[in-house]
């Protein structure tokens, strides 16, 4: 039997002890934490905004939503061009820690997952998922 | 064939506008500038009962009753001191907030991003950057709808008849 391998590249991030991973194709940048602003608005998960080359974007801090309460500091942005949208789609979320370019073959998701996992990497000695941010936005809004 | 999109540019409109900022609950924020009409003390407000737990008071100016919105209240933000009211210009509204900064003209506004989904997209025109800091230009309309201000309306007839009655 003949297995076709598809390798696509990976952002892989930390959230405290957990690594996940966006398609690289979707991130734009890793950036160091800037001074968040922020302002009163009703969106869950959104923190704040930050200037990035003279464009406001929103900061999402995921952390909560996938690894619980007790995640450490972030120190990074992780910037994300949202598939299909201009640049006002652009959105930046905080990581605990250093990212990884990775090529690996994604794989179909595998039992009861959430939604927002959208395949799954099988690194040397870890499952990583692969994270699809407008469903987990999405996945927050309505709960 | 053109098709255009409907979808909000990232990229910020030159359009130059005059705005007021003001403070609430800590936080500041841009209105233009041709959408109000008086910045006043806040002498003369009168308890005002309604449903809307963001209106508690009203000022009757020049013959006319304005319907006075807690603009903490309004952003569902931390209530503070307020020291000033906005009257708002062609509509029987005025804003209760902490205090007025200054007036200022801004060159460029961006749209709010995408990723804003909440109440926050009625109530902001979109966002511009003052000395460093994002600042949302509030959309006047947002503080009181025609409808809100329908029912209001109504509630001042119903109490002023029910008085009239009593009397």
């Not at chain 2, 409907?6 to 936080?27: C, D």
Request: net charge positive; with cysteine; charged share 25%.
């Amino acid at each position: 039997m003949n297995l076709t391998l598809n390798p696509e590249t990976f952002v892989l991030f930390p959230l405290g002890k957990k690594r996940f991973a966006f398609l690289a194709g979707d991130v734009s940048e890793l950036a160091r934490p800037d001074q968040a602003q922020t302002f009163p608005h009703t969106t869950p998960l959104l923190t704040g905004v930050v200037l990035r080359r003279n464009q406001i974007v929103p900061v999402a801090d995921v952390a909560p939503a996938l690894v619980g309460p007790d995640a450490p500091a972030r120190k990074f942005y992780l910037v994300l061009n949202r598939p299909g949208r201009n640049k006002a789609g652009r959105t930046a979320i905080p990581v605990t820690g250093e990212c990884e370019l990775t090529q690996a073959e994604r794989l179909p998701v595998t039992g009861k997952l959430p939604p927002y996992v959208c395949g799954l990497l099988s690194l040397q000695d870890e499952i990583v998922e692969v994270l699809d941010l407008d469903r987990l936005m999405a996945a927050e809004v309505r709960s | 064939m053109k098709i255009s999109s409907t979808r909000h540019s990232a990229r910020p409109t030159r359009k130059r506008h005059t705005v007021i900022l003001f403070s609430a609950g800590g936080f500041t924020f841009a209105i233009e500038a041709k959408a109000v009409d008086e910045i006043r003390e806040t002498a003369g407000l009168a308890t005002f009962a309604t449903r809307l737990s963001k209106v508690e008071h009203s000022l009757i100016r020049q013959g006319r009753r304005y319907f006075v919105v807690s603009a903490a209240r309004h952003f569902r933000i931390k209530e503070t001191p307020t020291s000033r009211l906005m009257l708002l210009a062609g509509v029987p509204v005025g804003v209760l907030v902490d205090g007025i900064d200054r007036m200022q003209e801004i060159h460029s506004l961006q749209a709010l991003p995408e990723a804003f989904r909440g109440e926050e997209r009625n109530w902001y025109r979109g966002l511009t950057v003052i000395r460093g800091h994002v600042v949302p230009l509030v959309r006047p309309e947002a503080f009181l709808s025609k409808a809100e201000i329908t029912l209001l309306n109504a509630s001042v007839c119903t109490s002023e008849r029910a008085a009239a009655v009593t009397a």
